[in-house]
């Protein structure tokens, strides 16, 4: 009988290695990893849904770095969606919530990165991957910031139909490294209409950065703000970030126009951010570090010339093929679930985790050498990079 229990306790922890190594992948910093979630409201936009009548919220997630060990039990992914609200926004939260359930699965578990076809999981469904990856642990602990530090701030603004918490390996990479870092959701739910539905969020939302922005500089005495986006979310930051005065540099997670060549068709698909950039002619004061993943050397002919020359632009391509979604570390997720679901697609997706990683460790590099007022080194990263 003895015998019996240590070799189901020695099957169990086989099977549960793979769920947790994304952390033997990407080496976090010296600091632990604080967690907490907050509300903002935008009172320039009235927002009547689900039984709620009144300002539109903003629900916020703040990671950062906690000096001391906690002794709190570390968080469940499925815990950064558990909050404590007013009443009257029970209703709106619980749809955005079964309407990011149904966002994550689409991009997330149902898709094979090779062809692009409808995964197989044999006698498990989409919702059985997504109740396990769920529940798979974090490195982050509760802890509301209660003083004002003085650590600079990181914002993060995911991608259409994207999620707040989609790059929380992210949020924790930096916040183990001595950042806050600060994402939110950029869409909220409407009746009768589709999550993130274009025009349910293209008027205001847009200016959300803005407000999440002041609220940063409550949480610390720090004056460096950094912005990072995520395919619509890197449009917003070139949308808004030739305003000087409330974000020092700005990285691109793949706008999705970095390849195109033909102005008809960026101007017919993505009419906003030609308008800033040929139109209107903008130019950039900060340092900006573009990234696209398409495996092929070629520079990104429509952001040539937008640097006003205050700030270096790096044009960045992996030398291997790098998905759009494997950006967010979300979308990786199933990949350490392999061995109770089998995929065929495994040995690229760990491919993938091995360039969000490299992707992770230059865009610290970059925001260090922001801070300090140096070029970026590009050197160490060659073997992976193409720059332009």
């Not at 600091?31 to 916020?60: H, R, S, W």
């Not at 499925?78 to 909050?83: A, I, L, V, Y």
């Not at 540099?249 to 102005?263: C, H």
């Not at 205050?310 to 967010?328: I, N």
Request: hydrophobic share 35%.
């Amino acid at each position: 009988m003895k015998y019996s229990i240590i070799l189901i306790l020695f099957i169990y922890s086989c099977e549960s290695v793979p769920q947790n190594s994304f952390y033997e992948e990407v080496e976090l910093g010296k600091y632990k990893v604080g967690y907490f979630d907050t509300l903002a409201y935008d009172m320039e936009q009235q927002y009547n849904q689900f039984g709620y009548d009144g300002p539109a919220p903003i629900f916020i997630q703040v990671w950062h770095p906690l000096k001391k060990p906690s002794s709190q039990q570390y968080l469940t992914y499925k815990d950064f969606s558990q909050r404590k609200l007013p009443e009257s926004l029970h209703g709106i939260y619980a749809e955005l919530c079964k309407q990011m359930d149904e966002s994550f699965i689409a991009y997330n578990i149902a898709e094979d990165f090779d062809s692009l076809k409808a995964i197989d999981y044999g006698q498990f469904t989409y919702n059985d991957v997504l109740k396990d990856i769920s529940n798979c642990n974090t490195k982050s602990v509760y802890s509301r910031l209660n003083v004002k530090n003085n650590y600079p701030v990181i914002l993060y603004h995911h991608g259409s139909e994207g999620l707040s918490d989609e790059n929380f390996i992210m949020a924790e990479y930096f916040a183990s490294r001595g950042y806050i870092f600060i994402s939110a959701n950029y869409h909220l739910p409407y009746e009768g209409l589709s999550y993130g539905y274009k025009e349910a969020f293209s008027k205001r939302s847009t200016e959300w950065p803005k407000i999440i922005a002041k609220f940063a500089k409550e949480l610390t005495n720090n004056e460096l703000c950094f912005y990072i986006g995520h395919s619509w979310g890197a449009q917003i930051g070139f949308r808004h970030l030739y305003e000087k005065g409330w974000a020092d540099a700005f990285v691109s997670l793949e706008t999705t126009i970095e390849p195109k060549t033909d102005s008809l068709e960026i101007k017919d698909k993505w009419l906003e951010i030609y308008n800033t950039i040929r139109v209107q002619g903008k130019k950039y004061s900060m340092p900006i570090l573009m990234f696209g993943g398409n495996g092929k050397q070629k520079p990104f002919p429509f952001f040539e010339n937008i640097s006003d020359g205050k700030g270096t632009v790096y044009s960045v391509s992996t030398k291997k093929e790098f998905g759009h979604e494997s950006y967010t570390s979300v979308y990786l997720l199933r990949y350490f679930f392999r061995e109770k679901y089998p995929q065929p697609d495994s040995l690229s997706m760990k491919s993938q985790v091995w360039l969000y990683n490299r992707h992770l460790e230059m865009i610290h590099s970059f925001f260090e050498s922001t801070r300090t007022n140096k070029p970026l080194e590009t050197e160490p990263f060659k073997k992976d990079f193409y720059f332009h």
